[in-house]
């Protein structure tokens, strides 16, 4: 299973960016997918989950209403929309994926990791 992620870069504050999870090697049916972030000095933090199944997305209170989860079955991507960045936001993100059901994803219980793609939220 690999996955990459894509779609990091230098936004604006009050911009938006939106990062890609692309997987190969394996169907993400039946595979909880998460985004999470690490910010230099700071611990890996999620910053949302979905079920690739039902598309049900789950957020922690810090970025719900600003950031959003979709998924294209056909593409076997996911998608983490990012709206209204704050600097904050700086960090490197990266998507994972849990086999099982249900959109609570745990950084401990993820199975598979990309690689990261960098998102620097300045003017």
């Known amino acids: 299973v690999q996955l990459v992620e894509s779609g990091g870069g230098l936004v604006q504050p009050g911009g938006s960016v939106r990062l890609s999870c692309a997987a190969s090697g394996v169907s993400l049916e039946y595979f909880a997918i998460g985004w999470f972030r690490q910010a230099p000095g700071k611990e890996r933090e999620g910053v949302g989950c979905?079920?690739?199944?039902?598309?049900?997305?789950y957020y922690p209170d810090s970025v719900k209403g600003r950031f959003t989860i979709s998924r294209d079955k056909a593409k076997e991507t996911v998608y983490l929309q990012m709206n209204a960045v704050n600097p904050e936001d700086t960090a490197e993100y990266y998507c994972s994926a849990r086999m099982g059901s249900g959109n609570i994803c745990y950084a401990r219980t993820m199975d598979y990791w990309g690689k990261g793609t960098p998102v620097t939220v300045s003017s």
């Open positions: 979905i079920s690739f199944w039902d598309g049900n997305a």
